[in-house]
Each structure stands twice: as C-alpha cells, then as structure tokens.
C-alpha cells in the first residue's frame, strides 16, 4: 500500500478522477478537501431536496394504507413486499410537472438498478397524500437530455391522448428541481476534453419523476 491517493467523483454519466498526489507530502490537498466537504450543504452533498423524511403519523398511514392495498385479492402488484423489507425510513418526495405538484410517501424501492452508471432507474410503490391515500407507482430515473429525444412523460401523454390500450395512466411527472429551481443534472461531461460520442450528442443525464 502507498501513500498516493486519488479524488473521484462518480454521478450517473460517468466519474471524475483527480490527478495522483501523495497526502503525506501534501496533507494541505487532504485537509482542504474534508474542510470544505465539511461546510458544504446537504445538498451539495447530494441529498436531494425534493425528498425529506416523513413524520410518525405520515409513516403510520403509509404502513396502513400498503397493508390493506396488498391485502386485496385483486391486487398482484409484483414485489409490493418489498416495500416493507430492510431498514428504511418513510420520506415524504415531492412530484412536480408544469399543472400540477404531488406529495408522495415512499419507502423501501421494489425495483433499483444496481449500475454505477446509466438511468438508476429506482420503482417504488407510493401513497399519495393528496388522493384520499390512492396507492400509486413512481418511477425516479436519470433521462439522457437530448433535444431529438422526447421525454418518458411525454409519450406517455401522447398515448393517452390517442387512447392507445393498455398503457398506464400518467398521473404527473416531470423533471427533479434543486432548491434554486433548476432541474438536477449530472456534470461528468463538462469536465472532460475527449469527444466520446458525435458532435451533438449528449451523455448528459436530467434527474426525473
């Protein structure tokens, strides 16, 4: 083992590497790094601001309401289990598109990508707190942000406008926001100098519900 270390910084597009430095010969580097982790917000960080845990009387009514929602013969939603499964806590995530905002409470995901890099797609069953307790699916993802492509929300809409069979009705959805309005996105491609894809094409990923 030596002494030389590296900085990486990892998001959904990709990672950031540092050059190699020796913290023993530049422990200035080291310290300057952990004093500047340690007054940064939680959300430079990486909490995301949309998303906060949620009270006792919130945690009840979200155990309650998935309780009698399983319980239903007609309801076969696959891996509704694990929603109760592991340690997690109950959080209140909020839903936002151009009409309308929602309260979600969510748990434990019944389906997450285990991909370092990529979408990140993570599904949860949810109650929604502005529907008289209406179970619902959330999917959160990382999108590439394109402008030839359309967004999942938006085929989804056009679907329905067309009264395509067999789709699942879009109740909202939109891009994630950070506390200064702007939607979350990763920054791995503004750092690197190697044209990786063609001119135009962009790995840059939008955080969306």
């Known amino acids: 083992m030596t002494n030389d270390t590296r900085w990486v910084d ?8 540092s050059e190699l430095f020796n913290y023993i010969e530049q422990p200035l580097l080291l ?17 995301d601001p949309t998303a906060w845990l949620a009270d006792k009387t919130d945690e009840n009514v979200f155990r309650e309401v998935i309780d009698m929602f399983r319980k239903k013969e007609r309801c076969k939603l696959p891996k509704i289990e694990d929603t109760f499964s592991g340690n997690y ?21 019944v389906f997450k ?11 949860y069953v949810t109650v929604s707190q502005e529907q008289d307790h209406t179970v619902l699916f959330l999917k959160d993802t990382w999108r590439v942000n ?3 492509l359309q967004t ?18 879009l109740i909202c959805g939109g891009n994630v926001k950070s506390s200064d309005g702007k939607a979350q996105m990763t ?8 044209q990786m894809f063609p001119v135009g094409y962009s790995i840059l990923r939008v955080h969306t519900h």
């Open 10 to 17: 990892w998001d959904h597009t990709g990672a950031i590497v």
């Open 187 to 194: 920054r791995s491609e503004a750092w690197t100098t190697y």
């Open 146 to 148: 394109h402008h030839l």
């Open 152 to 169: 999942e929300t938006e085929v989804y809409k056009l679907l329905e406008k067309y009264g395509v069979p067999h789709v699942p009705r």
């Open 113 to 123: 990508s285990t991909s370092t890099v990529g979408h990140a797609t993570h599904g």
């Open 31 to 47: 310290a300057q790094f952990f004093w500047c982790h340690n007054h940064m917000s939680d959300e430079a960080k990486g909490w």
């Open 89 to 109: 806590p109950v959080y209140e995530m909020l839903v936002e598109d151009k009409k309308r905002n929602m309260k979600l409470l969510v748990r434990c995901p």
